[in-house]
């Protein structure tokens, strides 16, 4: 039995996306779950009756699984992430990680200010022993199955160490919450020679290769991504420093917008389009776990639809059942290295 | 009246692909412009009769605006970069830029080792004033029209000076030889505000933003590249460390490959994708100048086909007629600021 918080004030499209989402999430998650929306009380119950009184007598049925959690203040999308500790603490996100902290929630989950969420979750549920800062795992498509990038925004200068250590939780990720087995673990570079790349992405290579307990591949490079292969094969994992992780990513979101520009020149139909560029829908693949933490604290897209925020919930509780952070705070604890930045 | 150096050893395909090339320019450059074909003598001869033989009388009434130029050496793919410099002084590379120092060539074309390439260039024909390392502007087509983006894989550890230079060398790159008036000049980072990036980027907003004669338009994101614009209007440069560049460039060109993967599945024809990616092929875009260096040096992809080293020999003529290497040094000497890496 779990408990999903969904920060219902978070998003572009809150409350009425993020009400939408949990509602579909109802329907597919198993009837033990239940799921708790925190928001402001009155605007969350009027939004939840008005889509209630306009859905299918299956999806009414489901509602006594949603909870109402009062939280009297909102993150703005435009304000600074301290603001999720010092200057706003009932907001949305700080009440549903405190749920957490006081073991009456199981995962949370938003579609708000990302580094309000990241700053507030670090705050309140804890980063594991050995770690300085949490990392965000996304999943990219690829042509084969997709591949975790990772850090993909949290951190723009990393040190070798932090590399390292990404590649330790992006590892448990890959197992717990996609079911890899023994993932395989890729260096993003600019040649897969070992001493390819630049200070921090070589020294990082040769802590990798000698760790011990990790599925390291060696050097990938930029077209390796997008076929989530490369020559010596496949890899489930991809290491990277923030600014690097977060240019790619944005630059990939922008890939089927640009195919439509292309193709559109070229007489193909749109649903040939849509089919072929539903793989490349991030909405899809739900949200990004916020690695490195004590607990469980999902990161969805400011743009979430209610399909989107369906599938992060998902996420959640995937990465909740499975453990993962139990599981990457054993791994962390078996091995000797630790943050130097 | 030009004389373009091209390496005819140079490339995964070359002799073929060189001298193929070179008869493909010479049906399109203006008849007094001239080719120097720089390798073995021997070897380049016999090709190039082979495929005299195999030509129309068209191609063959122009091949005496050919020239073999011998070079005893060649500089393999797996090279380091020193053998350019040290290890092979008559190689085919060294031969032809040496042309250049000695006033008897006005560009040199190659589709060889690039790390070789660019030490050869650095060391022959030197750094203009105020800078310590050359940088690669590559042309990313975009929905719009190409982007410059550089450095795209010359250096991987940039300062925020560096970054700075980066500006102005590719500003006079997308004036002269794109023929962009006043171009649009952006920094890559991970948000649109002054305050987002890594140390080294934040550092080179507010130097860019002080800068004078420099159209600077501010941050851009990962999203706006193939786009080749942001909310704030377009840009026609984009302005990145080389290790960024480099993952960015490689992924791109990963995407015509990934798209025929999509694509294959929803039904779409070969020609309409043959229509759709020909705007995504890199060929099309010939080669990339080497900024910064005394000279001309234009850097085409290992890969090359006989199309892309003619629009590299292209390219090479518009650098040289444009006199974009003395137009950088004019500019640099007008600024007070240089490298402090």
Known sequence: MARIALDAMGGDHAPAATIAGALLALQELAPEHGIQLVGRAEVVRAELEAQLAAATSAVRAQAHRLTIVDAAEVIEMTDK?????????????????????????????????TGAQMAATTYLLKLHEG?????????????????????????????????????????????????????????????????KGNAAVKDAHRELAAASGLNFVGNVEGR??????????????????????????????????????????????????????????????????????????????GKSSPEAIKNGILVGLRTAESRMSDHIGQRLSSTSEGYSA
Chains 1, 2 share one sequence.
């Open 81 to 113: 992430p301290s603001v999720a500790i010092r200057g706003k603490p009932q907001s949305s996100m700080a009440v549903g990680l405190r749920l957490q902290v006081d073991g009456q929630s199981d995962a949370f989950v938003s579609a708000g200010n």
């Open 131 to 195: 770690l300085t800062r949490p990392a965000i795992g996304t999943l990219f498509p690829s042509a084969r199955v997709p591949v975790v990038v990772l850090d993909s925004g949290a951190n723009v200068d990393c040190s070798a160490a932090e590399l390292v250590q990404f590649a330790r939780l992006g590892a448990v990720y890959a197992e717990d919450v996609l079911g890899r087995r023994n993932p395989a673990i890729a260096l993003l570079s600019v040649g897969e020679e070992p001493e």
């Open 224 to 301: 390796d991504v997008p076929m989530g292969a490369c020559d010596r094969g496949p890899f489930d994992v991809v290491v990277c420093d923030g600014f690097v992780g977060n240019v790619l990513l944005k630059f990939y979101e922008s890939i089927p917008r640009l195919i439509s520009v292309l193709l559109g020149k070229s007489g193909v139909s749109k649903d040939q389009l849509a089919l072929a560029l539903g793989g490349l829908d991030y909405a899809a693949h739900g949200g990004a776990p916020l690695l490195g933490v004590k607990g469980v604290s999902i990161i969805c897209h």
